[in-house]
C-alpha cells in the first residue's frame, strides 16, 4: 500500500530554491509596479514627444503631408513606440497612452503649423471605444484650429481584428464628420484588404516589405504592380512605405504607384523639412525609367506550373470482367479511340492499347475464339499512373526513367490513386514543345537575357514615360559560315560571348540588354553616353572574338566553305553590326514601329565592312548618316 502524503508535505520545498523562488516573485512585483508608474508618470507629466515623416506626391515632387509618430521618454525602456503600447496593453492604459500620443501629435502640428495632411495612427480597438467617438478628438482639434479635412485615420493593426461590423461604424462615423481614412501596412496586417473592399478609403499604405528590395525581387515587383492595378479601379491612393534607396524610389515612380515615404525620402524628425531634397527632386524629374528585374526567370516560365491534369483526355474506362468482344466493338466505333483504361471501383488496373489489341487479334478466328473472355486476360502488365498535379517537367523526367512502352500506350491520370483520364506520349511532346517556345519569348535559354516579350514590354514603358532612348539592333556577321566551319557548340559560345560584350557596355541602371533569338541581340539605352559605350562594346568583342579564330583563318581574314551547289565560297571572319536610331518623345507609337526602325538601321550597318555602328540620322537633321568602323 502507499502511504499518502500530508497536506503539510505538499507543500514542503528545499530551502534554497523556495527562497529563490520568492525572491523572483518579488522581483517581478517590484517591476511590474515600476513598469506602472513609469506609464503613470508618462500620463501625468505628458511626456511623450512627436515626429513627423514627411509623404511625398511622387508626380508633383511636393510633401502631400506629414505622418505622426510618438516616443517615450528619452533613455528609458519606454522610448520605443513599440515597447510603449504593448507594455500599455498589458498594465490596462492602452487607451490612455493613445490618447495622450494623439494630443501629442496634434499639438506639436499645431504649434509648427505644418502644411498638408496630418497621417494620425489609431489602432482598431481605440477607434471603436464610446470613449474615443464622444467628440473629444474634434473637439480638441477646433481647439487647435485644425480641419477635420486635413486630418486621415490611419488604422494600425497589431493584433487580429474580430469586429468588422463595429469598426466600420466607427470610420464610417468619422467619414461623414469629414475625416479621410488611411489602412496602414497592406499585406502584414490580419484584415486590411478586407477593410480595403468595404471601406474604399482614401489611402492604402503598403507594408514596406514589398517595397525594400523591389528593383531586385520580380515577385515584390508584381506585388506592387497588382496592388496599383487594384488601387486605381476604385480610386484608392497608394504609399510606398520604406523606401529607403534611389533604386527603390525610382521603380516605385515607374510603377504609377502616387506616393511615397521612407528614409530615403526623408527621416522622421521632430521639426520635418518642407521641401523634398535636390537628390529627390532629381530623381522624380528625371525623364528616365528604371530597369525592372526579370518578371520571369529560364527555370520558371509563366507555364512553368503547368500540370499532367492539362493533358487529360476522358475516356470511358471497362471493367476487368468486361467480354473482349466489347473492346473490338469500341475500338471499330471510333477509329481515334488509341486505347481503352481498364478500371475497378475506380482504381486503374491496366491499359488496352489499340495497336497491340489489333496486331494480337488480326488473325483470323480471333474474335470468335476468344470474344467471350474477360478482357482482363489481356492485361500482362499495369498501367504507368501518374497524379493529376505532377509538373509538366517531373513527368517528362519520370516517363523517360519508365518503360519505353509506356510512351507509345500511354499513361493513365489519377486523383488520390482514382481513376480520372488517359494521356498520350504525344500530347506530352506537344506541351513541352509549347512550353519551350513560350519560355523562349520571356527569355533566351542559351543567353538568360530577356526575350521577346520582356523586350517589347520595356519598349512600351519607355514610350508611354515619353523617355528619349536609343533603340540598337546587334547583330552578328557571317555568323552561319562560322557556325558551319567551327561547329554549333563554338557557335553557342560566340552567341554567349556577344552576349557578354554587350552587357559589359550597359549601364545597369539605365540600359535594357535583351536576345530575340539566334545572334540577333536588342539594347534599349538611356545612358547619355551610349554612343562611346557600343562603340566600347565593338572594341571588346574584336578582341574576345579573335581568340576563337584559328591562326590561319586570322591571318587569310577568313574561311571557305563550299555551297549548296558545290562552289566554294570565302567568308570574312565574324564581325558585330550594331544599327542606332534615337527615339524621340512622340515620334513612334508603339513597338511595332520601333522594331522595324531598328531593323533598317541595321541592315545599313551590315553594309559596312567589320565591327561597326550605323547612326540613324536621317529624321532628325540633313546632315549624313553617321558611321562608326
Known sequence: MFAIPQASNLTTFPRAPRAQFLADLLLAKDQKEQTMSALEEILARRSLSALFQPIIDLKRGEFL??????????NSSLHSPINLFATAEREGLALEIE???????LESFSRQGLPGLLFLNVSPQTLTQPSFRNGQTLAFLEQ?????????????ENQPTFDFDAMRSALLHYRGMGFKIAIDD???????????????????????????GVDRDPIKLQFLKSIQSIAQSCGTHVIAEGVETEAELKVVKDLGIALGQGYFIARPSPTPPLLASTETGRILNASSISIFPDSVCPACPPNAQTTAQKLLTYIEPVHPDALIEHIFDRFNADPALRAIPVVSNGVPVGLINRYSFIDRFAKPYQRELHGKKPCKE????????????????????????????????GFIITESGRYIGF?????LLRELTQMQLEAARYANPLTQLPGNVPINEHIGRLLQANTPFVACYCDLDHFKP?????????????????????????????DFLGHIGG???????????????CEQALRSFEQAASLMFREEHIAAGGYTSEARDGSVMFHPLSSLSIGAIRIEPGRFTSHHEVSAAMTDAKKMAKKIRGNSLFVEQREYETSPAQETT
Open 65 to 74: 503631408g506629414f505622418e505622426g509618430l510618438i516616443r517615450g521618454p528619452a
Open 519 to 533: 545572334d540577333d541581340f536588342i539594347l534599349l539605352m538611356q545612358s547619355r553616353d551610349w554612343q562611346n559605350r
Open 378 to 409: 489481356l492485361i500482362q502488365s499495369p498501367p504507368l499512373l501518374v497524379e493529376k498535379k505532377m509538373p509538366i517537367q517531373e513527368l517528362s523526367h519520370f516517363l523517360a526513367e519508365s518503360e519505353d512502352r509506356h510512351f507509345a500506350e
Open 99 to 105: 490618447m495622450l500620443a494623439r494630443h501629442t501629435v
Open 186 to 212: 497592406l499585406g502584414e496586417g490580419f484584415s486590411s484588404l478586407r477593410l480595403w473592399s468595404e471601406l474604399r478609403p482614401e489611402y492604402i499604405k503598403i507594408d514596406m516589405h514589398f517595397v525594400q
Open 144 to 156: 487647435l484650429d485644425i480641419d477635420p479635412s486635413r486630418v486621415v485615420i490611419e488604422i494600425t
Open 482 to 510: 562560322f557556325n558551319d566551319t567551327y561547329g554549333y557548340r563554338k557557335g553557342d559560345e560566340m552567341i554567349q560571348l556577344t552576349g557578354r560584350m554587350l552587357s559589359w557596355a550597359c549601364d545597369p541602371k539605365l
Open 423 to 427: 494521356a498520350s506520349g504525344q500530347a
